[in-house]
């Protein structure tokens, strides 16, 4: 039960980004999204859910690989 719900911790954000980055795909071809009023706004919100759902998704495979001590030794907590 615990890895569905850390699956779906994961999908959620992924999802995000992915919709950011159809925002972002949609201004470059001039194709405006019904409740933002402005192009260069739809870019804008594109790339903050894009840069917010990858953000996401990098801290927590980070977090996971410090904890069972696979990252480099620059990166591992210190005692």
Same mark, same amino acid.
């Given at each position: 039960?615990?890895?569905?719900?850390?699956? *779906?911790?994961?999908?959620?954000?992924?999802? $995000?980004?992915?919709? /950011?980055?159809?925002?972002?795909?949609?201004?470059? #071809?001039?194709?405006?999204?019904?409740?933002?009023?402005?192009?260069? *706004?739809?870019?804008?919100?594109?790339?903050? $859910?894009?840069?917010? /759902?990858?953000?996401?998704?990098?801290?927590?495979? #980070?977090?996971?690989?410090?904890?069972?001590?696979?990252?480099?030794?620059?990166?591992?907590?210190?005692?």
């Amino acid at each position: 039960m615990s890895r569905i719900i850390a699956l *779906l911790i994961m999908v959620i954000p992924a999802a $995000l980004a992915a919709y /950011g980055v159809k925002l972002m795909r949609d201004m470059t #071809f001039g194709e405006l999204t019904y409740p933002i009023p402005y192009l260069w *706004l739809q870019f804008i919100l594109g790339l903050i $859910l894009f840069l917010g /759902g990858l953000s996401f998704v990098a801290g927590f495979v #980070f977090y996971r690989d410090r904890k069972r001590n696979k990252v480099q030794t620059r990166f591992s907590k210190k005692n």
